[in-house]
Nanobody, 115 residues
Framework: VQLVESGGGLVQPGGSLRLSCETSGSFFNIYTMGWYRQAPGKQREFVAHISSGGSPNYADFVKGRFAISRDNAKNTVHLQMNSLKPNDAAVYYC??????????WGKGTLVTVSS
């Protein structure tokens, strides 16, 4: 499956962004879809994922601020990011995890949080 992220950009602290990940290929609805991020000089870290059944899971540092959702009809997953902080700045990557363990990654979208 191929993944293409969009929606990144520059936002002020406290602002919001909505990231989207469009996928190509079949059987989107059986994949667990996730978002990860990588800030300069840091390792890539888990942000959120949503199961094929629609159950979300979040890293503690985004709970209450970010919301992940999926639209199986459009083969798309979104990440609504609110109350953004400077340390949320990173390249955000979309991830697709198949039930048999195969993973796919997008190329990422840059989020900058700065006044």
């Amino acid at each position: 499956v191929q993944l293409v992220e969009s929606g990144g950009g520059l936002v002020q602290p406290g602002g919001s962004l909505r990231l989207s990940c469009e996928t190509s290929g079949s059987f989107f609805n059986i994949y667990t879809m996730g978002w990860y991020r990588q800030a300069p000089g840091k390792q890539r870290e888990f942000v959120a994922h949503i199961s094929s059944g629609g159950s979300p899971n979040y890293a503690d540092f985004v709970k209450g601020r970010f919301a992940i959702s999926r639209d199986n009809a459009k083969n798309t997953v979104h990440l609504q990011m609110n109350s953004l902080k400077p340390n949320d700045a990173a390249v955000y990557y979309c991830n697709a995890l198949a039930p048999w363990g195969m993973e796919s990654w997008g190329k990422g979208t840059l989020v900058t949080v700065s006044s």
